[in-house]
C-alpha cells in the first residue's frame, strides 16, 4: 500500500450555499483543506460589507469548534457595485477578492454585469489596491455555441482588459478549453482547473440519455480540451492550481431541473490524484493543490500536511442531508457509485 504526503491543500473556488446546505457539506472542505475562496452568488448575492460579514458568520458557525478552517469571501459585482464599499472591504480584509459574473452566465447570476466597460473605474481601482479579480469567463449571447462561450470571452473581453489594466491580478476560474489554458500561460494570469473537467469531456452529459449530473457551467468540452487541461494541471507551472469550483444542488432541483454545477467536495482531493497518477506526474500535485495558489495570492503555505492511501475508496451514490436527526434531502457526488484508487487518510502534524 502506498502513501503519499502533501501541504495541507486550499480551494480557491468553492460554493458553500446556504442554510441546511451549507450546515451538511462544509466539513467536506473544511477537514482537510486550509483555506477556500467562498463564492458569492448565493440566493441573495454578497454585494456589501455587511452581507459578506453575515455570510462569513454563518459558515463560521456551521464549522465544527475545533475547526482551523478559514473562509476567505469575495465580492458579487454589479453594474451599480460602489468602489468605495469594495475598496473598504478589501483594506479592512472583509472581501479577499471580487468576482465578475457576466449577467446570467451561471447559478444566481443574474444580477451580475451585463457590460464590462461599466466597471472600468472599479478595475482601476482594483489594480491600484491589488485587490485580485475572479472571472467567470463566459459571454452569454445566445448567439454564441455555448460551447465557445469561453473562447469568445478570451478574445472579446478578456483581452482588451488586460491591455487596459496589465498590472490588475486575475484569476480566469475553472478553465475548459485549450484556448484559455494557452491564454493563461501567455498573459500572466492565474487560472483554477477542477476535478471534474479533468475526468470527464461533454459526451458525458449524454451517456444514458440526458444526464444533469455532468452538467456544469461551463460545460465540458471535446476530448482534446481535457487533455489540454490534464497536461496545464499536472505540468507543475505556477499560473494553474486547485479550485473545485464544487456546486451542491438537491437531488430534486439537480435531477429534474437540470441546474448547473458538480459536488466534487467529497472526492475532490482523491480525484485530483487520480488525475495526478494517470498521468504520471505525482510529484507535481504538491504544487498544484498546496503552493501555487497561495504563492499567487502571496499568502503564507499551509503548515499542517495530509496523508493519502492508496486502497480502493468506492463512493456514495447519494450524501444525506440531515435536519433534526432526519434525512431531508440528498446530493450526488461527483464519481458516485465508482472505486477511486485513493482515500485521505488523516492530517499529519
Keep these: ?158 483581452s482588451p482588459l488586460i491591455q487596459r489594466f496589465p498590472k490588475l491580478k486575475i484569476v480566469l476560474e475553472h478553465i475548459t478549453t485549450s484556448h484559455a489554458v494557452s491564454f493563461v500561460e501567455e498573459n500572466n494570469l492565474g487560472a483554477t482547473i477542477t476535478p471534474h473537467h479533468l475526468h470527464i469531456n461533454r459526451n458525458a452529459m449524454f451517456f444514458g440519455g440526458l444526464n444533469s449530473d455532468f452538467y456544469c457551467l461551463p460545460v465540458a468540452k471535446r476530448e482534446n480540451n481535457r487533455i489540454a487541461l490534464r497536461k496545464a494541471a499536472t505540468s507543475g507551472k505556477e499560473c494553474f492550481f486547485l479550485g473545485t469550483d464544487s456546486a451542491p444542488h438537491l437531488r430534486q432541483w439537480k435531477a429534474f431541473c437540470g441546474c448547473a454545477g458538480i459536488f466534487n467536495s467529497p472526492v475532490a482531493i482523491e480525484s485530483y490524484l487520480q488525475v495526478f497518477e494517470e498521468e504520471n506526474a505525482l510529484d507535481q500535485f504538491e504544487k498544484f493543490a498546496s503552493l501555487n495558489g497561495p504563492n499567487f495570492y502571496n499568502m503564507p503555505i499551509n503548515k499542517e500536511k495530509i496523508r493519502l492511501v492508496s486502497r480502493l475508496n468506492k463512493i456514495p451514490e447519494f450524501i444525506d442531508v440531515i435536519d433534526k436527526n432526519k434525512v431531508v434531502g440528498q446530493i450526488k457526488p461527483f464519481h458516485a457509485g465508482e472505486t477511486l484508487n485513493w482515500q485521505v487518510e488523516g492530517i499529519v502534524n
Excluded: C
Design 1 to 158: 500500500m502506498k502513501t503519499f504526503t502533501i501541504l495541507k491543500p486550499d480551494d480557491w473556488h468553492l460554493h458553500l450555499r446556504e442554510g441546511l446546505v451549507l450546515k451538511n457539506i462544509i466539513n467536506f472542505t473544511s477537514k482537510y483543506f486550509g483555506r477556500a475562496i467562498v463564492m458569492p452568488n448565493t440566493k441573495t448575492p454578497v454585494t456589501t460589507i455587511d452581507k459578506a460579514i453575515f455570510y462569513k458568520k454563518l459558515i463560521s458557525e456551521a464549522l465544527p469548534k475545533s475547526s482551523k478552517f478559514e473562509p476567505l469571501m469575495t465580492m458579487y459585482l454589479t453594474d451599480e457595485t460602489n468602489k468605495e464599499e469594495l475598496i473598504n472591504g478589501f483594506k479592512n480584509n472583509v472581501f479577499f477578492a471580487a468576482k465578475l459574473y457576466p449577467a446570467n452566465a451561471t447559478t444566481n447570476s443574474s444580477h451580475g454585469v451585463k457590460k464590462i466597460e461599466n466597471l472600468y473605474e472599479i478595475f482601476e481601482s482594483m489594480q491600484e489596491s491589488g485587490m485580485p479579480l475572479l472571472i467567470h469567463g463566459e459571454v452569454t449571447d445566445s448567439e454564441v455555441d455555448i460551447f465557445d462561450r469561453e473562447e469568445v470571452f478570451i478574445d472579446k473581453e478578456l
